[in-house]
């Protein structure tokens, strides 16, 4: 009997997300090259089989996963290339990389976050950079925290593609025994969907801050979602369904989980650190303090009414008083 090659894949950073999905694909018949920038992580994870540095408890099958330090071995010979670092820094990660080392590579976004500056979904940045197709562009959202995938709890993914083709490719590279996939072609709404409910867990957080309770959070929940709807239909009209997982339920488990980075960065900022301090006692990314810039810059050309975006703009980019806007956002929610 004629035995399937695995997938060839390439999983680019070295975070919490990139190690859950490392534990995924290596659920499945798939050969993985795992980019680290720490070459004290990489070695670690050669030696002893798991992060020393996110979800430490998870062990790495190192018979499927192959460590690398340096970018441009580890898309050699790739099928996909998944990106799963912070956009802040995805142009750094791929420092080294031209065009030519992407033809006739699937590239896969797991970021849910905005290229600063640029204000560019991250599949329209590796488009315009190295000359992606389209239909070889996809992202993954739902609400699937590490976390939870460490723990084999069951989890539900939503891959998105202009491409039905490739869409379904990569849920059946991410479908395992915990994880259920489904493939659609939002990719724009989903994406943009995945940005702006990282910057609804950052006002949730700072509301928690300043001791507001669940009946409030449960209002600007609500009312957050008709803001997503607001912008997505004005930036990207489309018939969809937002009540879907990929859409409420991302917003949902990362306004309320005690997983969510974002609500944990707002709700140090609602108890008075600076963002500098804030910062340092993660020690991880809240791509919402970037998203939130880019969002509030983009809807400069559409004008679309976003009252919580705008709040929490002031707070983090303006020096705007927490109690002064969260006192201000309470009198226009419904």
Same mark, same amino acid.
């Given at each position: 009997?004629?035995?399937?090659?695995?997938?060839?894949?390439?999983?680019?950073?070295?975070?919490?997300?990139? &190690?859950?999905?490392?534990?995924?694909? *290596?659920?499945?018949?798939? #050969?993985?090259?795992?980019?680290?920038? %720490?070459? #004290?992580?990489?070695?670690?994870?050669? %030696?002893?089989?798991?992060?020393?540095?996110?979800?430490?408890?998870?062990?790495?099958?190192?018979?499927?996963?192959?460590?690398?330090?340096?970018? %441009?071995?580890?898309?050699?010979?790739?099928?996909?290339?998944?990106?799963?670092?912070?956009?802040?820094?995805? *142009?750094?990660?791929? &420092?080294?990389?031209?065009?030519?080392?992407?033809?006739?590579?699937?590239?896969?976004?797991?970021?849910?976050?905005?290229?600063?500056?640029?204000?560019?979904?991250?599949?329209?940045?590796?488009?315009? $950079?190295?000359?992606?197709?389209?239909? /070889?562009?996809?992202?993954?959202?739902? !609400?699937?925290? @590490?976390?939870?995938?460490?723990?084999?709890?069951? #989890?539900?993914?939503?891959?998105?593609? $202009?491409?039905?083709?490739?869409?379904? #490719?990569?849920?059946?590279?991410?479908?395992?025994?915990?994880?259920?996939?489904?493939?659609?072609?939002?990719?724009?709404?989903?994406?943009?969907?995945?940005?702006?409910?990282?910057?609804?867990?950052?006002?949730?957080?700072?509301?928690?801050?300043?001791?507001?309770?669940?009946?409030?959070? @449960?209002?600007?929940?609500?009312?957050?979602? $008709?803001?997503?709807?607001?912008?997505?239909?004005?930036?990207? !009209?489309?018939?969809?369904?937002?009540?879907? *997982?990929?859409?409420?339920?991302?917003?949902?488990?990362?306004?309320?989980?005690?997983?969510?980075?974002?609500?944990?960065?707002?709700?140090?900022?609602? /108890?008075?650190?600076?963002?500098?301090?804030? $910062?340092?006692?993660?020690?991880?990314?809240?791509?919402?303090?970037?998203?939130?810039?880019?969002?509030?810059?983009?809807?400069?050309?559409?004008?679309?009414?976003? !009252?919580?975006?705008?709040?929490?703009?002031?707070?983090?980019?303006?020096?705007?008083?927490? &109690?002064?806007?969260?006192?201000?956002?309470?009198?226009?929610?419904?």
């Amino acid at each position: 009997m004629k035995v399937n090659q695995p997938i060839r894949l390439t999983m680019v950073g070295g975070g919490s997300w990139a &190690t859950a999905l490392v534990k995924i694909l *290596s659920e499945n018949n798939v #050969s993985v090259k795992w980019w680290l920038r %720490k070459k #004290s992580d990489a070695d670690h994870i050669k %030696k002893f089989g798991h992060n020393p540095s996110y979800l430490s408890d998870v062990q790495i099958n190192t018979r499927k996963v192959k460590v690398c330090t340096k970018i %441009k071995e580890s898309v050699k010979d790739s099928d996909y290339i998944i990106l799963a670092v912070p956009a802040a820094f995805i *142009s750094d990660a791929l &420092t080294g990389l031209k065009p030519a080392d992407f033809v006739g590579k699937a590239v896969v976004s797991a970021i849910k976050g905005m290229i600063p500056g640029a204000n560019q979904l991250v599949t329209d940045w590796v488009s315009e $950079q190295y000359d992606v197709p389209a239909e /070889r562009l996809s992202v993954i959202a739902g !609400p699937c925290h @590490a976390e939870e995938v460490a723990l084999e709890k069951k #989890s539900y993914l939503t891959i998105a593609s $202009q491409n039905p083709a490739c869409a379904a #490719s990569v849920a059946d590279l991410l479908r395992c025994r915990f994880v259920q996939t489904t493939p659609v072609d939002d990719i724009y709404g989903i994406e943009y969907s995945a940005v702006m409910k990282n910057i609804i867990a950052l006002a949730c957080g700072i509301t928690r801050g300043l001791g507001y309770g669940d009946n409030f959070q @449960a209002v600007l929940v609500s009312n957050a979602m $008709q803001e997503i709807r607001r912008f997505v239909d004005a930036v990207y !009209p489309k018939h969809r369904d937002l009540s879907g *997982s990929a859409y409420l339920g991302d917003l949902l488990v990362t306004a309320y989980s005690p997983f969510s980075r974002n609500r944990t960065f707002g709700t140090l900022i609602g /108890r008075g650190y600076t963002i500098q301090s804030a $910062q340092a006692e993660m020690n991880m990314i809240a791509e919402g303090y970037y998203a939130v810039k880019s969002i509030y810059e983009v809807n400069q050309q559409f004008g679309v009414d976003m !009252p919580i975006t705008n709040a929490v703009y002031a707070i983090l980019y303006e020096r705007a008083v927490p &109690t002064t806007e969260m006192n201000s956002l309470t009198g226009v929610l419904m």
